[in-house]
């Protein structure tokens, strides 16, 4: 493996000093009432680099706002259309100012204003067509490994993921850490019952106790909706219990040592390893914290990840917008019936064909293909899920951040 600075990768440069790792072109939604048109624009140019995403709501509140605000802006993206259908209350003249900004090509389409749904579309398939034109030559420059976002999710978990696809993820954290990357896993709501094994890997004690709290709250929003991870699908697949399931996804976390925690939208300061808290602050109103597993792909590409690993086992064929998405598949069965859908067969591992290291290390090299360009199987496939719905999060105390100037990324 290389050195931690030596920058193996190249990437597109943005205003904010963040690169991309692609260069795509957004079509956002402001209401479900403009989803239609959107996606006809979008429609026209399969296969090429144009992503569809929005939020459905007419009326947003603050974490939507930032949501969208963050993903219009990520480094993946250089040039956003917006289409709104005018009567809805979403921000969108702050939305696009926030956008134009950042220094990307931005224009907003208004349905009301055009003339309806056949001349917004015709106007939005040539502004997206002059888009590509802009940016199809924006040149890519150096750029390391430290400066990768990397987040991980699991979905349709069985009783393979948490003894081979995982922990083979928390091996490739470990290894990217190392290399100076910023990583993140998530799902606290997945994590009840480790909450103490976190604590102890954290850079310090009042950051160790921010972990017990996000888990406890995570516990009490599962307990008042009367709801939990454990799906009849993981039971289907082999799981027992919620604690077989916690300790299977906190694998995916690695060994080193947890500076900080993000809420949805929050960059991280420095590299290393990061909680993602994605249970909503205050009282229980928003129902299901996530409700499928591309919600919690979401926060994580809005946080800055350029990619996401995702583990399953009994068979997930998602992608995402803007990020692409690896699948690793934990079981061998599942690799073998879906093989155009998998990247990685973290199931060799059950029949001593390699070893966790040896998969942890597949993946990390397969991390740094795909940043170079190779495309996962779902991007491929042309996978671009997407789903953003209301939530509602308070900002981070400093306990809950690193010390910029003191960062520490041994292991325990």
């Known amino acids: 493996m290389t050195t931690p600075t030596e920058p193996m990768l190249t990437g597109y440069l943005r205003s904010d000093g963040r690169k991309g790792i692609r260069n795509l072109v957004l079509v956002a939604y402001l209401v479900e009432c403009a989803h239609h048109v959107a996606r006809e624009i979008t429609g026209a140019f399969r296969h090429r680099p144009v992503h569809l995403l929005g939020f459905p709501g007419c009326y947003p509140n603050d974490y939507a706002d930032k949501m ?32 134009r900004s950042s220094g990307r090509l931005v224009q907003t389409l208004t349905i009301q204003q055009t003339g309806g749904t056949k001349t917004t579309i015709a106007q939005g398939e040539a502004w997206v067509r002059d888009a590509l034109l802009s940016i199809k030559d924006a040149v890519r420059v150096p750029m390391g490994i430290d400066e990768l976002v990397i987040g991980t999710v699991c979905g349709g978990s069985d009783g393979t993921s948490g003894i ?98 993000l809420k949805p939208g929050d960059l991280a300061p420095t590299g290393g390893l990061y909680l993602l808290d994605m249970v909503p602050d205050g009282e229980v109103r928003f129902g299901f914290p996530n409700i499928s597993d591309n919600a919690e792909i979401v926060e994580l590409i809005s946080c800055g990840a350029h990619l996401t690993l995702f583990t399953t086992g009994r068979g997930s064929v998602v992608g995402s917008a803007i990020s692409p998405v690896i699948k690793v598949c934990a079981n061998p069965h599942t690799y073998e019936r879906l093989p155009d ?42 996978h671009q899920e997407f789903i953003l719905t209301y939530k509602s999060f308070t900002a981070k105390g400093p306990a809950c951040l690193p010390n910029t100037t003191n960062i520490l990324h041994q292991k325990h």
């Open 164 to 261: 081979t696809a995982n922990p083979a993820v928390g091996r490739a954290f470990d290894s990217l850490v190392d290399h100076g990357a910023t990583c993140i896993f998530e799902e606290t709501g997945e994590l009840v019952g480790c909450e103490y094994h976190m604590q102890d890997r954290a850079a310090t004690p009042e950051l160790g106790q921010e972990l017990v709290d996000c888990v406890a709250k995570a516990a009490h929003y599962y307990s008042v909706l009367g709801h939990g991870s454990f799906a009849p699908g993981n039971a289907d697949g082999g799981l027992t219990t919620q604690e077989e399931k916690s300790l299977g996804a906190y694998a995916k976390s690695g060994a080193s040592v947890i500076q900080g925690i």
């Open 341 to 382: 859908d998998m990247d990685v067969n973290a199931g060799r591992i059950l029949r001593a064909q390699a070893t966790l290291d040896d998969v942890g290390e597949e993946i990390f090299n397969l991390v740094l293909q795909v940043a170079q360009g190779e495309p996962s199987k779902s991007e491929g496939l042309g």
């Open 68 to 99: 969208m605000r963050q993903l219009t802006t990520h480094p993946n993206v250089g040039a956003v259309l917006l289409v709104s259908l005018g009567c809805e209350s979403f921000d969108k003249h702050g939305l696009e100012q926030a956008v």
